[in-house]
């Protein structure tokens, strides 16, 4: 049976045993000091305003039932998997695979990888790591979502027009219907996370829908 939460840019109808919660990115190496985010000249304590909606959908998707999967960018330590283009961008003070003070960075097995203390990851929760910014490539997401007959997706985690946008978006061409919870995902850049949130929900939802964590909540009273 489907509740329906207040939403952008009009009502959004789940399904809880059908819906997963995608918790993206929530690792040390975006929300800590020292990991890929700083490298990269970010101020990473911007991030943490994402936190206690975050919090808040996961204990909410915990108490309902719902499959919850947790993603982590990072890469193999042979870094096999991570393209030149990818490693050379930029000028950071730390490149992907070099040692910081949380381990190599973006490695698969490192500190800084690890999800962040404040969130909780329980023993059902599925953990998915990926090299791309998008959960899809390269990683079995696709038919996890398959096998649990998942068909529509919550979305929090970081960055909102980096890996949270890319990954809404491939799910949507994939025929999940998404909606991104507002105060569950942050940027580095407060206008690029409005600009993101509002081309997804314009055109009646081209790409999805948008809702604080409360509205998810009370699509439950
Ligand atoms: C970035 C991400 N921003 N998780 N990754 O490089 O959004």
Same mark, same amino acid.
């Given at each position: 049976m489907a509740v329906v939460a207040d939403a952008l840019p009009f009502a959004f109808a789940f %399904? %809880? =045993?059908?819906t997963a919660v995608m918790m993206i990115d929530m690792q040390r190496d975006f929300l800590e000091p020292g990991g890929f985010g700083e490298t990269l000249g970010n101020d990473v304590g911007l991030l943490r305003s994402a936190l206690p909606g975050a919090r808040r959908l996961l204990d909410l998707a915990h108490a309902q039932g &719902?499959?919850? $999967?947790h993603t982590r960018e990072c890469h193999r330590p042979d870094l096999s998997d991570c393209p030149p283009a990818k490693r050379e961008r930029g000028e950071p003070r730390l490149r992907i695979g070099d040692a910081g003070p949380m381990g190599r960075v973006l490695i698969a097995g490192e500190p800084g990888v690890e999800i962040v203390a404040e969130l909780p990851i329980l023993p059902g929760d599925i953990v998915i790591d990926k090299p791309g910014k998008g959960a899809f490539y390269a990683t079995t997401l696709g038919d996890i979502l398959q096998e649990r007959g998942i068909t529509h997706l919550l979305f929090g985690g970081v960055t909102t027009e980096v890996c949270v946008q890319t990954t809404m978006r491939e799910a949507n061409d994939r025929g999940f219907q998404c909606l991104v919870v507002e105060d569950a995902t942050e940027s580095y850049f407060p206008a690029f996370k409005e600009a993101t949130l509002d081309m &997804?929900? =314009?055109? +009646? =939802? $081209?790409? +999805?829908?948008t809702a604080t964590s409360a509205q998810i909540e009370e699509a439950f009273r």
């Amino acid at each position: 049976m489907a509740v329906v939460a207040d939403a952008l840019p009009f009502a959004f109808a789940f %399904p %809880p =045993a059908h819906t997963a919660v995608m918790m993206i990115d929530m690792q040390r190496d975006f929300l800590e000091p020292g990991g890929f985010g700083e490298t990269l000249g970010n101020d990473v304590g911007l991030l943490r305003s994402a936190l206690p909606g975050a919090r808040r959908l996961l204990d909410l998707a915990h108490a309902q039932g &719902m499959t919850v $999967i947790h993603t982590r960018e990072c890469h193999r330590p042979d870094l096999s998997d991570c393209p030149p283009a990818k490693r050379e961008r930029g000028e950071p003070r730390l490149r992907i695979g070099d040692a910081g003070p949380m381990g190599r960075v973006l490695i698969a097995g490192e500190p800084g990888v690890e999800i962040v203390a404040e969130l909780p990851i329980l023993p059902g929760d599925i953990v998915i790591d990926k090299p791309g910014k998008g959960a899809f490539y390269a990683t079995t997401l696709g038919d996890i979502l398959q096998e649990r007959g998942i068909t529509h997706l919550l979305f929090g985690g970081v960055t909102t027009e980096v890996c949270v946008q890319t990954t809404m978006r491939e799910a949507n061409d994939r025929g999940f219907q998404c909606l991104v919870v507002e105060d569950a995902t942050e940027s580095y850049f407060p206008a690029f996370k409005e600009a993101t949130l509002d081309m &997804m929900r =314009a055109q +009646g =939802a $081209i790409v +999805g829908w948008t809702a604080t964590s409360a509205q998810i909540e009370e699509a439950f009273r």
